[in-house]
């Protein structure tokens, strides 16, 4: 019979920690112990911004990302063509191609995808604001940025049907070969969707 080494109050810490995604109950152990061997250094600063960022952190009323301001320091951007917005499942997408510094437009974060599997509906999702937004007139292009997934490519075409009388255009993003990557080492999807999104040269 297994016994509880730990106090509660480190067993509630790794219980917390193993609800972040990517962290399994080995990992938020590792965690958890790394955090309190190194209380000073790391443990007292994380609690301070974990505090920080509960009381100024909230969502974004217009696109959904996240920011000490509302509407975010992006959609209060005038440089930002308005006419554009590049459509995500969550904010680290969003996160990710300002990154790369792909998107000089408007972002809007769906908060998920639709799941028949996991009961996750239209009304569920930011897309009517979305509508919204492109019905406003401002919007001439819509790039549905959602992850090749079959969840991703159903919520792609809701939201083209739904668009479909706004007179925005609607685009996506290619799908295929990766910069740097070897034909050898696709899968045979990726391959399918290179072919067919090829271009003349």
Do not use: F
């Not at 509302?70 to 308005?82: G, K, Y």
């Not at 437009?105 to 995808?113: A, E, F, R, S």
């Not at 999702?125 to 959602?146: H, Y």
């Amino acid at each position: 019979m297994s016994r509880n080494v730990v106090g509660a109050e480190i067993e509630r810490l790794i219980q917390l920690l193993a609800r972040l995604p990517g962290l399994g109950p080995r990992s938020a152990r590792r965690a958890a112990l790394h955090l309190v061997k190194h209380r000073e250094k790391l443990m007292q600063p994380l609690s301070h911004s974990l505090a920080d960022v509960l009381e100024k952190v909230s969502e974004c009323s217009v696109c959904g990302n996240v920011d000490v301001v509302n509407p975010c320091t992006l959609c209060a951007d005038p440089r930002r063509d308005r006419s554009l917005i590049c459509v995500v499942e969550e904010v680290g997408d969003l996160w990710a191609l300002e990154r790369a510094g792909a998107v000089q437009g408007m972002y809007h974060v769906l908060g998920g995808t639709l799941s028949a599997i996991e009961g996750v509906r239209p009304e569920d999702l930011r897309i009517a604001s979305l509508i919204d937004r492109v019905r406003t007139g401002e919007v001439r292009e819509v790039m549905i940025a959602v992850n090749a997934t079959v969840d991703g490519q159903i919520t792609a075409h809701y939201i083209m049907d739904q668009l479909d009388s706004t007179g925005a255009a609607v685009t996506r993003l290619a799908h295929g070969v990766p910069v740097g990557g070897e034909l050898d080492y696709l899968d045979e999807g990726t391959l399918a969707a290179a072919v067919r999104a090829r271009r003349s040269l």
